[in-house]
């Protein structure tokens, strides 16, 4: 079982950045791979972003490239998505899950408002 716990959500002004954590229980964390998914009411869940287990390869949905970067760091056991050039319509819940084979775990999501 892997627990995973996201923070970091709030309300910036449009243009503005944010940086999302999220950290995962557990040794095997280093080959996890990672990804940042967001929801608004009313719509599908969203892949945003996503790195493999060693960090080796990264890859993001067209509307956040050149805005947002996710990274990993083994030792703390953490993800981190950095939000740049944030726009009203990233408003959402961001949720992480971490996969394992076919094993999916999901956090509780983190708020992030875009709004002036």
């Known amino acids: 079982q892997v627990q995973v716990v996201e923070s970091g959500g709030g309300l910036v002004q449009p243009g503005g950045s944010l940086r999302l954590s999220c950290a995962a229980s557990g040794r095997i964390f280093r080959i996890l791979d990672m990804a940042w998914h967001r929801q608004v009411p009313g719509k599908q869940r969203e892949l945003v972003a996503a790195i493999t287990g060693n960090g080796g390869s990264t890859s993001y949905t067209d509307s956040v490239k050149g805005r947002f970067t996710i990274s990993r760091d083994n030792a703390k056991n953490t993800v981190y998505l950095q939000m740049s050039s944030l726009y009203p319509e990233d408003t959402a819940v961001y949720y992480c899950?971490?996969?394992?084979?076919?094993?999916?775990?999901w956090g509780q999501g983190t708020q992030v408002t875009v709004s002036s």
């Open positions: 899950n971490a996969k394992l084979g076919i094993a999916v775990y």
